[in-house]
């Protein structure tokens, strides 16, 4: 079997392909610039400019038993149109491509103050009705375009479960199929598996420089704590350079020295050394996201908060992952000076070990390839 990865330049491609090679040949196609050079496989094609593609001889995806999309990007819908109607094409989900179809709102007060513009401040605007019937009109193309994509693909494979059901109340999906990147010692712990800890009374905040982190709302939370000479650690390599900028300094002017902005990229194993050090680490996501960071702190005995309206609260508590909430501010300041348990650190851990395990990826890995298998005979 011989399967085409189709990816812009992120370094999961490189994950997926490790994992499937035990089972099936595997091709990449570049999508885009190479501006960070994340994605380290060679590919077998490299697209820099998206609007070429119609131009490209695309008769070679016939030769492909299946194609992996790395996530929904716009730039790969050609592709997906030019593809045999015979081929399966698997989406393997991200968040950020398919969140619009969930339609839940991802910032909390404080941050959609921030940066929203607001209907009044609209009308104040010259033209504005025109402004806003010209986007209400672009989003319902851009749907259009999306649904399409969705309707030509086989199987998907969204991070959670859970979500499936929550994206699928406005639109028809193509097949749940159950596949994560990634297992513990290879991809998602780069440091020895038995790595001692020296845990700090430190507070990780978020895991990179998006506002659906809530940064702002997440401040006046912990304005109520009392942090004495703790560190606030907010990491703020990844994402959008002047949203950084603006929770480096508000962060500096709320907390002074006890916070701590990492604005730049960080190598892995860096990265996980300094938040495995942390004690508590809150994630003020109202959608699934920093899935790989959370993993790496359950496994070295952090102990997480997350609000309970995302997804991955109930994900982590149906495995019987011990996580703390929230939503409920009486109880954090008690909290933040309580860390997990020893027994809940040790609980975590092996849950953790055990549904990341290289193992338990395999099986997963070897029921996405029999899927195709399968689709084949059938047609």
Not at 7 to 15: C, G, K, L, N, P
Not at 117 to 133: D, E, G, M, R
Not at 162 to 177: C, D, R, V
Not at 223 to 246: F, H, S
Request: hydrophobic share 40%; proline share 5%.
């Amino acid at each position: 079997m011989n399967i085409l990865h189709i990816s812009e330049d992120e370094r999961f491609a490189d994950i997926a392909m490790r994992m499937l090679q035990k089972f099936c040949d595997n091709d990449l196609w570049l999508i885009g610039e190479r501006h960070q050079k994340l994605l380290k496989t060679e590919p077998d094609k490299h697209i820099p400019d998206p609007s070429t593609i119609h131009a490209i001889d695309i008769s070679e995806l016939a030769k492909y038993d299946a194609i992996i999309l790395h996530s929904l990007s716009k730039q790969f819908y050609p592709l997906i149109d030019a593809a045999p109607n015979y081929t399966p094409i698997i989406w393997l989900g991200w968040g950020y491509d398919y969140y619009d179809l969930i339609g839940r709102n991802l910032y909390l007060p404080l941050t959609h103050r921030q940066f929203e513009v607001s209907p009044a401040c609209l009308k104040t605007i010259p033209f504005a009705p025109n402004v806003i019937s010209f986007l209400k009109r672009y989003k319902a193309r851009k749907n259009r375009r999306k649904n399409l994509a969705v309707k030509r693909i086989n199987f998907f494979a969204p991070v959670l479960k859970n979500e499936y059901a929550l994206s699928s109340t406005n639109i028809a999906l193509p097949e749940f199929i159950e596949w994560k990147y990634g297992d513990l010692q290879n991809d998602i712990f780069p440091l020895p598996i038995d790595h001692k800890v020296n845990k700090t009374q430190d507070i990780l905040l978020g895991n990179s420089a998006n506002k659906s982190n809530n940064h702002l709302d997440a401040f006046a939370l912990l304005e109520t704590v009392d942090l004495k000479n703790r560190k606030i650690i907010t990491p703020l390599g990844y994402g959008n350079k002047n949203y950084a900028r603006l929770i480096e300094k508000k962060g500096g002017e709320v907390f002074g020295n006890n916070f701590h902005g990492i604005i730049d990229l960080m190598p892995l194993q860096d990265y996980s050394t300094m938040i495995a050090q942390c004690d508590y680490a809150i994630m003020n996501h109202l959608r699934q996201q920093a899935l790989g960071t959370i993993i790496i702190l359950l496994y070295c005995g952090t102990k997480v908060f997350l609000r309970e309206e995302n997804p991955l609260y109930d994900f982590l508590k149906s495995m019987e992952i011990e996580v703390a909430t929230l939503n409920d501010c009486d109880d954090l300041k008690e909290n933040l000076m309580t860390p997990l348990s020893a027994e809940n650190q040790y609980k975590n851990r092996d849950i953790v070990r055990q549904y990341w395990s290289s193992d338990a990826c395999d099986q997963r890995t070897r029921a996405l390839v029999e899927k195709i298998a399968k689709h084949h005979e059938d047609r």
